[in-house]
């Protein structure tokens, strides 16, 4: 299991789902972020939360929900909420101020952060990336779109590692460590050679990509597509058409 | 003519010369080993041999397959004429796998092959390369040996005309080298192998034709004998093992490097030889 990743195998009717059907549904989800109000968004989130209770990946879930959105909310309270200044801001210390316009715009922001994140982190927990690639390919996506979604997340711990091996070896003749300065020395002796290998790799990757006729044809057979039925196929057609019309309405009704 | 066809190549990075009017041809079948020490040139010619040109670094001289540039080639027409197997396989990965089999079949799938077609491929080139066990593997979290067998397997998918090795046995252990050489001297006879490398062993246990690159040119070319125990050679990458062996035990003090038996069975006859004449 690589260490980025919060998938978990399992037998589910989300798990069995084709993932383009997942991705149609995501889109109903970003629609609905323009309709929902925000105790729905929070509710919607808290709902997501619990399936994947449900589905027995809550602990993944829930632990990568709180380490992504945690930070960011609290940025978006206190920015919104006690920083920026509204008409209806009552002072409190220094530069910061109560504003309750501030904080319903933030509870909204939230909401829909909030909910997203929950969607998307279902998504991944259900979805391995090899079956989103090749649902990818059997839709006709251009190779070189699935390459760049799939190419970080297999090159990352590749990348971490080979930072650990310089960062050792720097450490090993004698580079210093203890104080911030040289931490911050250390980073930048670490980018150096980190970046000019990341370079090299690109460059005989891109021959490699070529060598083997990566992106020759506009779309590449697949050996084991995910699984798909007539059912699911007209189901993505619903989502996608209910996700337009709603962003259509909240559009068109201001 | 049929085959890959370097003629007068020479390439610099910048002021510094890599390759120097190196002319030679590869022709079906043809098993060529390339030897010369670290920046010779070898991983430069092998990216040239492979249609890797490089981007906008000029070269003087022309590489050609089957007479025509590597330029006029299509991609997909280049991957089923050649594969290039590079000697840090981690490089050599696709990037785009998650699994063994799905790198081995990236490059058969990137053809449009029927599925059929490309099933029989992969599980082909898996079992060629020992790599079945580990088909559901991640690619990245094998060891380099491994990866170097995966590389391999991933370039015969594509079937190629021509396979180009660049140091392939670098990270591999005794067993991994000898199984590696045993699978590269069972590939069909109809395929052209390059093995570029610095050990004179390997070269001398898989090829038939030799060439030596000092100094990016192509210093010696015929035999092992005229090749492997050419001066130059000698200086730069050592004898191989058996003339080795026998300069150690001061066995054929008389005779020049370039006369020491350079098998097992040429030692024995050289001793039987001197034992007849004793007698």
Redesign the interface.
Known sequence: MRSWSIHRPGTSALHRANPLTKLAALLLLAALLFVLPWPGAWAGSLLLLAAAFGLRIGGVVLRRYLVLATPFLIAVFIFHGLIVDRPDRMPLAAFLSYSQEGLTYAAVLGGRISLMLAGSLLFVATTHPAALLRSLDVAGMPPGLSFLLASPLLLIDEFTKRAGAIRDAQQARGMRVDTLSDRLRALRLLAVPLVTLALADAQERSGVLNGRAFRAFPRRAVLSPPPDTALERRLRHVLVAVSVLLVGCALWLG | MAGIAVSHLTFAFGDKPVLDNVSLEIRAGARLAILGGNGSGKTTLA?FL???LPDGRPHQGTVTCDGRPWTEW???E???A???V?Q?P??????????V??EV???????????SE??AR?ERALAQCRLEQLAER?P?TLSGGEQQRLVIA?ALA?EPRFLVLDEPLTNLDPEAREHVLALLLSLPRDRAVVLLETSPDAALAFAEDFMLLDGGRITAHGSARDVLLHGCAVRTLGLPSIPRACRELGLFGELADSELPLSLDEAKELIKGAADARR
């Open positions: 990216h492979a249609g890797w299509s991609l997909a280049r991957a089923c050649v594969q290039l590079g840090v981690v490089r050599h990965l696709s990037g785009r796998a998650f699994t089999r799905e079949a990236f490059g058969p799938e990137n053809l449009n092959l029927p599925i490309i099933q992969t991640d990245f991933a594509l």
